[in-house]
C-alpha cells in the first residue's frame, strides 16, 4: 500500500495539471482528494452536503473543503483549515501528496484540488447542518466504473460523467476531478500487481 502512494505521488509530481485560466474570474476554493487504507483496499472519503435551499453544492456530493479566506497563508493551509472545520480531521494526520491541480465549476468557483493520505485514521464528526452523511468510497469501485462507462480516453460531457455510489450519484466538479485522477492513475491501476484492482481488463 505504502508502495502505491509512492508510485501515485510521482505520477502527480510529473503530470500536466489543469490551471486556473488566465484572466478568469472565480471565486477561490479548494478540496483535499484524501486517500486511506480500509483493510487493504485505498478508499476516498467524501461528503454529501445537506439539503439546503440556496446552497449551490445542495445534496451534492463533494470532496471535504472550502473558500480560502483572507486570513489563510495559501490555498493549502486553507484545505487543511476547512478539513479539520468540516471533520475534525488535523493536519498532522495528512500526508500531503500535492496538487491535482484547478477545476471550475459552473458557478464560477476556482477548486484547487490537492491530494493527501490520511495516515491517522479516527472517527470523524460534522455539522449536520452543512454535511448530512460522509462517504468512504472504494477505490476500486470508482475505476470499475470508470472501466464499465467507457470513461477511459476521453472526457464526457457533464450529463455523462456519473459515478453512482450506494444512493447517491457523483457528478458535475467532483466527477470530473475523479475521472481526471483515475486517468492520472490508470498505469498504476490496471498493474495486475497492485492486488488486481480490476476484475476485468480494458480492451
Known sequence: MEELFLNIKKLIEKADRPVLPAGADYDPTCVFLLLFNNDGEVNILAVQKTDSEGYPWRNQVALPGGHVDKEDAGPIEAAYRELEEELKIKKGQVELIGSLGHFQTINRKDLNVFMGVWKTREPVSFDP???????????????????????????????????????????????????????????????????????????
Request: charged residues 25%.
Open 129 to 203: 447542518s452543512e454535511i448530512s452523511k460522509v462517504f468512504e468510497i472504494p477505490l476500486k469501485k470508482l475505476a470499475q466504473t470508470h472501466i464499465d462507462s467507457k470513461f477511459h480516453g476521453r472526457i464526457p460531457d457533464m450529463p455523462e460523467l456519473l459515478y453512482p455510489f450506494e444512493e447517491v450519484i457523483i457528478w458535475g466538479v467532483t466527477a470530473r476531478i475523479l475521472h481526471y485522477f483515475i486517468e492520472l492513475v490508470y498505469p498504476i491501476l490496471v498493474d495486475e500487481a497492485v492486488d488486481d484492482i480490476f476484475e476485468t481488463s480494458p480492451n
